[in-house]
């Protein structure tokens, strides 16, 4: 089953909810929305929103009803990444790639060392694709 694509105010639930692995309503308010004045209500709507979108998924044995995510972190930010190589960079991973290291602050030693092990494994698998 595909599910929509989360909007920003459901990711930030969602990440809520991948960090803690379920929370009430109150614990998604508490992180969220509490310093910024927003509405408990805020969170309720957005959560029953997402039930009925199927990207959460709803606990309803205890009084306090808790949720978890539906879907998870790795499959969203693929589907989110892929969307935007295609929109932003023409299909090209390797353009984003070059683009997100030189903004901003770019990546740390070690960051450097994990992307040139993934390099390599790349490189590796290439070269073994090619020799069949």
């Known amino acids: 089953m595909t599910h929509p694509k989360p909007t920003e105010s459901e990711l930030a ?7 803690k692995g379920q929370a009430t309503v109150r614990e ?5 929305y509490r310093s910024e004045g927003g509405g408990y209500t805020t969170a309720l709507k957005l959560l029953q929103l997402m039930h009925g979108k199927g990207l959460v998924v709803r ?4 009084r306090a009803h808790t949720y978890r995510a539906a879907i998870s972190k790795d499959s969203t930010q693929s ?3 892929g969307d935007l ?10 353009a984003l790639v070059m683009r997100a290291l030189g903004a901003g602050k770019g990546p740390d030693a ?8 993934l390099l390599n494994e790349l490189e590796k698998r290439g070269d073994s694709d090619r020799d069949r």
């Open 110 to 117: 070690q960051e450097l060392q994990a992307i040139r092990t």
């Open 28 to 32: 998604v308010y508490d992180t969220l």
């Open 85 to 94: 190589v295609q929109k932003l960079f023409d299909g090209s991973a390797g």
């Open 79 to 81: 589907r989110i990444l």
């Open 59 to 62: 606990e309803e044995t205890q």
């Open 13 to 19: 639930i969602l990440s809520v909810l991948w960090d």
